[in-house]
C-alpha cells in the first residue's frame, strides 16, 4: 500500500511563490505517474500537473509557464514550485499516485490535501 502527505500550503498574495511537497511511503516501487490535483469549492477536482518516473510532464493550460512540476524518486517525493500565483489558482492541493498492482491493475492513492489561498 501507498500513502501520501502533502505539505506546503498556505496563504500568499497575488503574484507570490508556494513550494508544496508530497511525501510518499509504503510499496513507494510500484508508483508509476504522479500529479497534483486542485479543488475549489463548489468545483470539481481537476489536474493541475502531473509527471512520469522518468520525468515527464504535462501541465493545464491554466498553469502552464507558472507551476514546475518535479518528483525525486530516490526519496519518494513530489514537488509542486508556484509563481505568479492567481486568485484563480486558490484550492485545496492534493498527491496524487498511480499505483500498479498485481495483476495489471492500477490503484489510485490521494494525499489529504493542503489549502492554498492566494488574496487578491
Known amino acids: 500500500q501507498v500513502q501520501l502527505v502533502e505539505s506546503g500550503g498556505g496563504l500568499v498574495q497575488v503574484g507570490g511563490s508556494l513550494r508544496l511537497s508530497c511525501a510518499a511511503s509504503?510499496?513507494?516501487?510500484?508508483?508509476?505517474?504522479m500529479g497534483w490535483y486542485r479543488q475549489a469549492p463548489g468545483k470539481q477536482r481537476e489536474l493541475v500537473a502531473s509527471?512520469?518516473?522518468?520525468?515527464?510532464?504535462d501541465y493545464a493550460d491554466s498553469v502552464k509557464g507558472r507551476f514546475t512540476i518535479s518528483r525525486d524518486n530516490a526519496k519518494s517525493a513530489l514537488y509542486l514550485q508556484m509563481s505568479s500565483l492567481k486568485p484563480e489558482d486558490t484550492a485545496v492541493y492534493y498527491c496524487?499516485?498511480?499505483?500498479?498492482?498485481?495483476?495489471?491493475?492500477?490503484?489510485?492513492?490521494w494525499g489529504q490535501g493542503t489549502q492554498v489561498t492566494v488574496s487578491s
Open positions: 496524487n499516485a498511480r499505483v500498479s498492482i498485481w495483476g495489471g491493475r492500477v490503484f489510485n492513492a
Open positions: 509504503g510499496s513507494t516501487i510500484s508508483i508509476n505517474v
Open positions: 509527471i512520469t518516473r522518468g520525468g515527464e510532464s
